[in-house]
């Protein structure tokens, strides 16, 4: 039986956006274990397994389920030795979690800041009434006043992938001539604002554009075969 991917959804139930759940998927494709996603708008969330988990990703293995998407990483691990290694051992673990925490301080929180109304306006009415009203309270702005000026502020979001870039002079994945987990860490804030709007990030000549397009095209391009926003 397959695995179940409960993953975000917008409006278009098809278009799966969240950072999160793409390292999930990605984890799971990386696996090669077959799975099924189920798109989950926010607010619909609660209804995962009796209110199971506050977020997604969720996954459900045979009735095992299992939320956050380090976590399902660190369970796919343990639960399928045979398969190939998300971690390539405990260095490779440590150096994920590490991967994790820059990216969930230097690369999610000014990413969100440029698409943030974009998110919200691909959103299902419900869902953009939840989002709208939680993210201002959290943040004690508008989603107007947050994204403003988002131009003048793309050239400190580059900046802050420059360990990124310099890693890459000297090899193709952050995991090294393959990806690991800590590539999929990266790749999902990146996809999701890939998948959400077009508000351009990257420059072509970017060596960290290079490697998202190799991200792209893995695992018989998975990431590639969800359509960019237009």
């Known amino acids: 039986m397959s695995i179940i991917l409960y993953d975000l959804c917008a409006r278009d139930q098809s278009r799966r956006f969240s950072p999160h759940c793409w390292k999930a998927r990605m984890a799971l494709a990386h696996k090669g274990l077959a799975f099924e996603t189920r798109g989950t708008p926010f607010t619909r969330i609660k209804e995962i397994a009796e209110?199971?988990?506050?977020?997604?990703?969720?996954?459900?293995?045979?009735?095992?389920?299992?939320?956050?998407?380090?976590?399902?990483?660190?369970?796919?691990?343990?639960a399928y030795p045979d398969r190939p290694s998300l971690f390539q051992g405990e260095g490779g673990r440590s150096e994920a979690r590490f991967v994790e925490s820059w990216a969930l301080t230097a690369v999610h929180p000014p990413l969100l800041s440029l698409i943030i109304k974009d998110i919200h306006d691909r959103l299902d009415q419900p869902d953009?009434?939840?989002?709208?009203?939680?993210?201002?309270k959290r943040f004690g702005r508008t989603l107007e006043d947050m994204q403003a000026g988002r131009d003048e502020r793309l050239d400190a979001f580059r900046a802050a992938l420059q360990?990124?870039?310099?890693?890459?002079?000297?090899?193709?994945?952050?995991?090294?001539?393959?990806?690991?987990?800590?590539?999929?860490?990266?790749?999902?804030?990146?996809?999701?604002?890939?998948?959400?709007?077009?508000?351009?990030?990257?420059?072509?000549?970017?060596?960290?554009?290079a490697w998202f397009d190799r991200c792209l095209d893995l695992h018989g391009g998975l990431g590639r075969a969800m359509p960019a926003a237009a």
Do not use: H, N
């Open 163 to 209: 360990p990124l870039r310099l890693m890459l002079a000297k090899q193709p994945f952050i995991g090294g001539d393959g990806p690991l987990f800590a590539d999929y860490v990266v790749f999902g804030p990146l996809q999701w604002a890939r998948v959400i709007s077009p508000f351009a990030l990257l420059v072509e000549d970017d060596p960290v554009a």
């Open 128 to 136: 953009q009434a939840y989002f709208r009203a939680s993210r201002e």
């Open 51 to 78: 209110g199971f988990s506050p977020t997604v990703p969720v996954i459900d293995d045979g009735g095992t389920l299992v939320r956050d998407s380090f976590d399902i990483a660190l369970y796919l691990e343990d």
